[in-house]
């Protein structure tokens, strides 16, 4: 006695049939990973553009970054650090800074004038 089937889908396969459900199932997983290695390339691709764009980006920012650090190092040759009299010693009373030829200078005018009086007189 067989027993009628309660859904439509619901009957007995032959081994013949089960086979070729096999095989079409096996063809669709392989069409989906096909489908989904194109897409994976197609991203990758992408991705891969905008990476060189920003190496060629980084290239030119890393370019400027020199340049200006060399003419930071070229005006740093051609100055002098200058601390105001201030701040040498605050604190401490007055300090004077002068250049070394303000002060040479002073030297050789009062050496100037105490050769230049008379001794003895």
Request: no cysteine; aromatic share 6%.
């Amino acid at each position: 006695m067989l027993r009628k089937p309660q859904n439509e889908g619901d009957r007995p396969v032959t081994r013949f049939e089960m086979g070729l459900y096999q095989q079409i199932n096996a063809k669709d997983n392989e069409i989906t990973g096909l489908r989904s290695m194109h897409y994976t390339d197609h991203a990758v691709q992408g991705v891969q553009a905008q990476i060189s764009a920003q190496a060629a980006y980084n290239a030119t920012v890393n370019a400027n970054i020199s340049f200006i650090q060399n003419q930071i190092a070229q005006l740093q040759g051609i100055t002098k650090l200058v601390v105001p009299n201030a701040n040498v010693s605050p604190g401490w009373g007055h300090v004077a800074i002068e250049p070394v030829f303000a002060v040479e200078a002073a030297k050789l005018a009062t050496t100037q004038t105490s050769s230049s009086t008379p001794t003895g007189a």
